[in-house]
């Protein structure tokens, strides 16, 4: 009986030997699935998670950065710069309409171009006041005991023209005559109060171009 005993003992041992084995060879080939172990997810019923796969993200994570933009980030940025870049577009367009509305569209002539007349207004009138210079800075010659001077002095009368074409800056013109007199007398005070005599005369014509907001000699 003892014999009988230790046969079937080591009959028992080899073929336990032999389960194990095939078990260990199962497992390192992949041919069958490893045996549940107390806490793991085949013994709970369900597939042991893979130790590759990555936990979810925490709340605030790569979810919330793919949200909405936050205020003032580049998002707001772009927009706020269309829309200054939209202002300043206007703003452009409103000087381009103002600019057009100065320019003649065809050639125009007159004082009236550019208030040349005011212009022309004035201009005689600094030639008014050149003829009281000249006339108060007349050299004098004595002779025979009379004394004798020229000066010069302006008509008031004159022709004031202006001109303004397409792209081109106005031009104006003003035409008046210039004549040479003398005045002769006993002394100076009455060669000034007796009629001066016309010496010379010519027609001078000055041209004036309008730039930078202004008529400019």
């Given at each position: 009986?003892?014999?009988?005993?230790?046969?079937?003992?080591?009959?028992f041992?080899?073929?336990?030997?032999?389960?194990?084995?095939?078990?260990?060879?199962?497992?390192?080939?992949?041919g069958?699935?490893?045996?549940?172990?107390?806490?793991?997810?085949?013994?709970?019923?369900?597939?042991?998670?893979?130790?590759?796969?990555?936990?979810?993200?925490?709340?605030?994570g790569?979810?919330?950065?793919?949200?909405?933009?936050?205020?003032?980030?580049?998002?707001?940025?772009?927009?706020?710069?269309?829309?200054?870049?939209?202002?300043?577009?206007?703003?452009?367009?409103?000087?381009?309409?103002?600019?057009?509305?100065?320019?003649?569209?065809?050639?125009?002539?007159?004082?009236?171009?550019?208030?040349?007349?005011?212009?022309?207004?004035?201009?005689?009138?600094?030639?008014?006041?050149?003829?009281?210079?000249?006339?108060?800075?007349?050299?004098?010659?004595?002779?025979?005991?009379?004394?004798?001077?020229?000066?010069?002095?302006?008509?008031?009368?004159?022709?004031?023209?202006?001109?303004?074409?397409?792209?081109?800056?106005?031009?104006?013109?003003?035409t008046?005559?210039?004549?040479?007199?003398?005045?002769?007398?006993?002394?100076?005070?009455?060669?000034l109060?007796?009629?001066?005599?016309?010496?010379?005369?010519?027609?001078?014509?000055?041209?004036?171009?309008?730039?930078?907001?202004?008529w400019?000699?």
């Amino acid at each position: 009986m003892a014999g009988e005993s230790r046969s079937l003992a080591l009959l028992f041992a080899i073929v336990l030997g032999a389960t194990s084995t095939v078990a260990v060879q199962a497992q390192e080939t992949g041919g069958g699935a490893p045996a549940a172990t107390p806490g793991s997810g085949a013994a709970s019923g369900g597939a042991a998670a893979p130790k590759s796969a990555k936990p979810a993200p925490k709340g605030g994570g790569a979810a919330a950065k793919s949200g909405a933009p936050k205020a003032g980030g580049p998002a707001a940025s772009k927009a706020g710069s269309a829309a200054n870049g939209g202002k300043g577009g206007a703003a452009k367009s409103g000087r381009a309409a103002r600019a057009k509305t100065t320019t003649p569209a065809e050639t125009v002539n007159g004082p009236e171009v550019r208030d040349f007349q005011a212009f022309c207004d004035q201009w005689m009138g600094k030639l008014r006041d050149r003829e009281t210079y000249n006339t108060s800075h007349i050299t004098w010659d004595a002779h025979d005991g009379r004394v004798s001077g020229e000066y010069v002095g302006y008509d008031t009368k004159c022709t004031c023209i202006a001109r303004e074409e397409p792209g081109k800056d106005p031009i104006g013109k003003i035409t008046y005559r210039e004549t040479r007199y003398r005045r002769e007398g006993a002394n100076e005070a009455a060669a000034l109060a007796a009629p001066g005599t016309v010496l010379e005369q010519s027609d001078v014509t000055e041209i004036f171009r309008f730039g930078k907001g202004r008529w400019q000699y």
